[in-house]
């Protein structure tokens, strides 16, 4: 059974960096699609960034030109890095592939 294992999360200042890491049990090539969403205390499960193995990689419109998703097929990873951090990114952020979903990683963006 494949398994995705985030990473990274933490507290960090607005305006500040972080880097989140999705590790994949399987072979992540065998993915077309493989993203990361988030979920606010009291909101939906909402999309970040989607990674596709056809095509651009597709952003929400309150993170396009700060995040950046990428995947390293030789390490099996996914990874979301984000900058100038603000509050309103505070959430708990997910990985997901086809029907699969990691547990979560918090993220908490205040000074």
């Known amino acids: 059974q494949v398994q995705l294992v985030e990473s990274g999360g933490g507290l960090v200042q607005p305006g500040g960096s972080l880097s989140l890491s999705c590790a994949v049990s399987?072979?992540?090539?065998?993915?077309?699609?493989m993203g990361w969403y988030r979920q606010a205390p009291g909101k939906q499960r909402e999309l970040v960034a989607l990674s596709k193995r056809w095509g651009s990689n597709q952003y929400a419109d309150d993170v396009k030109g700060r995040f950046t998703i990428t995947r390293d097929i030789a390490k099996n990873t996914l990874y979301l890095q984000m900058r100038s951090l603000k509050p309103e990114d505070t959430a708990v952020y997910y990985c997901n592939a086809d029907q699969l979903w990691g547990q979560g990683t918090q993220v908490t963006v205040s000074s």
């Open positions: 399987g072979n992540i090539f065998s993915f077309d699609v």
